[in-house]
């Protein structure tokens, strides 16, 4: 029995202890010695990597390249949203939910593709000051656990079966988990911005 349920939830209980294992570092301040080491890295990226000579020289590149980055973020929001909501039932509900999750994972994927890329053009030009924020590494972080949710989780289960044949509150979890933590990467991208 307990055999078997790991077998089926093997992908989503690893998932949940490297969580667990985040968090735990998190807790023990583990973070400030890693991070602490990477200053170097970080100055380098601001001063001499042609990232970051770019990004400070040109002001209009840097706008441009950063106009793609929010562009890109609000495709992923909007993916997000419809898929989302649509497997809680709240829009679009004319559509199966099969063929939406898949058209929109394609779209997904790509925007956040080019949000990485160009969110490290944008890191790079500011990269002494994004260093120093603790908003930027809880983007970061969240990011990561965004990525592995989407990609170890939610897309395998839902590409495993009809989603018919899933329990109706594991798919209102997975929708839900799935808005909060990509709002959560948003808010403290926003925050990035004011600060």
Excluded at 21 to 29: G, K, M, P, S
Excluded at 79 to 84: K, N, Q, R, W
Excluded at 122 to 148: E, I, N, Q, S, T
Aim: overall charge positive; glycine content about 8%; charged content about 10%.
């Amino acid at each position: 029995m307990l055999n078997s349920m790991l077998g089926q939830y093997r992908r989503t209980i690893i998932l949940v202890v490297v969580f667990l294992l985040i968090a735990i570092l998190e807790v023990l301040e583990v973070r400030t010695t890693i991070y602490g080491n990477s200053l170097p890295f970080f100055e380098w990226m601001k001063n001499s990597s042609w990232l970051g000579i770019i990004g400070t020289t040109y002001g209009s590149v840097y706008a441009t390249i950063e106009a793609v980055h929010l562009l890109s973020m609000a495709v992923i929001g909007g993916t997000v949203l419809a898929t989302d909501l649509r497997l809680l039932g709240v829009v679009l509900t004319d559509i199966p939910s099969e063929t939406l999750t898949r058209g929109t994972h394609k779209v997904f994927r790509n925007a956040l593709i080019c949000a990485i890329a160009t969110g490290i053009f944008c890191a790079a030009g500011v990269a002494d000051k994004v260093y120093y924020m603790p908003v930027f590494w809880v983007k970061m972080l969240a990011l990561v656990a965004g990525g592995c949710f989407v990609f170890l989780v939610k897309q395998p289960l839902l590409n495993s079966m009809p989603h018919s044949e899933i329990n109706p509150w594991t798919i209102r979890l997975l929708a839900t988990t799935s808005i909060l933590v990509w709002f959560t990467v948003a808010a403290a991208g926003r925050w990035i911005g004011f600060s």
